[in-house]
Nanobody
Protein backbone atom coordinates (compact mmCIF):
# COMPACT_ATOMS: atom_id res chain seq x y z
CA UNK A 1 0.00 0.00 0.00
CA UNK A 2 1.38 3.35 -1.04
CA UNK A 3 1.52 5.66 1.95
CA UNK A 4 3.57 8.79 2.57
CA UNK A 5 4.13 9.50 6.27
CA UNK A 6 4.98 13.01 7.42
CA UNK A 7 6.81 13.99 10.60
CA UNK A 8 8.75 16.88 12.07
CA UNK A 9 6.08 19.49 12.60
CA UNK A 10 5.89 21.68 15.68
CA UNK A 11 5.92 25.16 17.11
CA UNK A 12 8.64 27.55 15.98
CA UNK A 13 9.23 31.27 16.40
CA UNK A 14 9.14 33.66 13.44
CA UNK A 15 12.47 33.59 11.65
CA UNK A 16 13.18 30.06 12.81
CA UNK A 17 13.69 26.84 10.89
CA UNK A 18 12.07 23.45 10.76
CA UNK A 19 12.64 20.30 8.73
CA UNK A 20 9.78 18.05 7.77
CA UNK A 21 10.25 14.46 6.67
CA UNK A 22 8.15 12.36 4.32
CA UNK A 23 8.91 8.68 4.70
CA UNK A 24 7.78 6.48 1.82
CA UNK A 25 5.91 3.27 2.45
CA UNK A 26 4.93 1.02 -0.44
CA UNK A 27 6.87 3.05 -2.97
CA UNK A 28 10.31 4.50 -3.53
CA UNK A 29 10.92 8.23 -3.55
CA UNK A 30 13.13 7.83 -6.60
CA UNK A 31 10.26 6.50 -8.72
CA UNK A 32 7.50 8.93 -7.90
CA UNK A 33 6.89 12.64 -8.08
CA UNK A 34 6.75 14.02 -4.56
CA UNK A 35 4.91 17.16 -3.57
CA UNK A 36 4.55 19.13 -0.38
CA UNK A 37 1.27 20.93 0.19
CA UNK A 38 -0.18 22.96 3.03
CA UNK A 39 -3.57 23.98 4.27
CA UNK A 40 -4.14 26.84 6.68
CA UNK A 41 -7.39 27.15 8.66
CA UNK A 42 -10.20 28.36 6.42
CA UNK A 43 -8.07 28.22 3.28
CA UNK A 44 -7.73 25.82 0.40
CA UNK A 45 -4.88 23.38 0.19
CA UNK A 46 -2.02 24.78 -1.84
CA UNK A 47 1.12 23.41 -3.43
CA UNK A 48 4.35 24.50 -1.79
CA UNK A 49 7.05 22.67 -3.74
CA UNK A 50 7.69 19.40 -5.49
CA UNK A 51 10.47 17.25 -6.90
CA UNK A 52 10.34 15.27 -10.14
CA UNK A 53 11.25 11.62 -10.52
CA UNK A 54 12.69 12.08 -14.01
CA UNK A 55 15.58 14.38 -13.20
CA UNK A 56 15.17 15.72 -9.68
CA UNK A 57 13.98 19.08 -10.94
CA UNK A 58 11.91 21.13 -8.52
CA UNK A 59 9.06 23.60 -8.59
CA UNK A 60 8.36 26.15 -5.89
CA UNK A 61 5.45 28.37 -4.99
CA UNK A 62 6.43 32.04 -5.11
CA UNK A 63 5.60 32.44 -1.44
CA UNK A 64 8.39 30.06 -0.36
CA UNK A 65 11.12 30.73 -2.92
CA UNK A 66 14.42 31.44 -1.25
CA UNK A 67 13.18 30.07 2.08
CA UNK A 68 12.11 26.45 1.55
CA UNK A 69 14.00 23.63 -0.13
CA UNK A 70 13.17 20.03 -0.97
CA UNK A 71 15.59 17.14 -1.07
CA UNK A 72 15.60 13.35 -1.30
CA UNK A 73 17.58 10.68 0.51
CA UNK A 74 17.15 7.55 -1.58
CA UNK A 75 18.99 5.40 0.95
CA UNK A 76 16.44 6.34 3.63
CA UNK A 77 13.58 6.45 1.13
CA UNK A 78 12.65 9.84 2.54
CA UNK A 79 11.97 13.31 1.18
CA UNK A 80 12.69 16.40 3.27
CA UNK A 81 11.23 19.87 3.36
CA UNK A 82 13.67 22.34 4.87
CA UNK A 83 11.89 25.52 5.95
CA UNK A 84 13.92 28.59 6.89
CA UNK A 85 12.96 32.16 7.76
CA UNK A 86 9.53 30.98 8.81
CA UNK A 87 6.69 33.47 9.01
CA UNK A 88 3.35 33.35 10.85
CA UNK A 89 1.62 32.96 7.49
CA UNK A 90 3.45 29.65 7.02
CA UNK A 91 1.30 28.20 9.79
CA UNK A 92 -0.63 25.26 8.34
CA UNK A 93 -0.95 21.52 8.19
CA UNK A 94 1.70 20.29 5.80
CA UNK A 95 1.02 17.26 3.63
CA UNK A 96 3.27 15.05 1.56
CA UNK A 97 1.83 13.46 -1.57
CA UNK A 98 3.04 11.25 -4.38
CA UNK A 99 2.03 10.15 -7.83
CA UNK A 100 3.54 8.38 -10.79
CA UNK A 101 4.93 10.39 -13.67
CA UNK A 102 8.04 12.08 -14.92
CA UNK A 103 7.63 15.68 -13.87
CA UNK A 104 5.95 17.04 -10.80
CA UNK A 105 3.22 19.61 -10.45
CA UNK A 106 2.01 21.91 -7.69
CA UNK A 107 -1.58 21.04 -8.48
CA UNK A 108 -3.06 18.86 -5.77
CA UNK A 109 -5.31 17.19 -8.34
CA UNK A 110 -2.27 15.52 -9.89
CA UNK A 111 -1.53 13.47 -6.77
CA UNK A 112 -3.01 10.12 -5.87
CA UNK A 113 -1.57 9.28 -2.47
CA UNK A 114 -1.53 11.55 0.55
CA UNK A 115 -0.12 11.47 4.04
CA UNK A 116 -2.06 12.45 7.16
CA UNK A 117 -0.27 15.76 7.56
CA UNK A 118 1.84 17.39 10.23
CA UNK A 119 1.06 20.68 11.97
CA UNK A 120 3.46 23.59 11.68
CA UNK A 121 2.80 26.64 13.84
CA UNK A 122 4.89 29.79 13.56
CA UNK A 123 4.26 32.06 16.50
CA UNK A 124 6.08 34.03 19.16
Amino acid sequence: QVQPVESGGGLVQPGGSLRLSCAASGFTVDNGNIGWFRQAPGKVREGVLCISSADGSTSYADSVKGRFTISKDNAKNTVYLQMNSLRPEDTAIYYCATTWGSYCSLSLYEYDYWGQGTQVTVSS
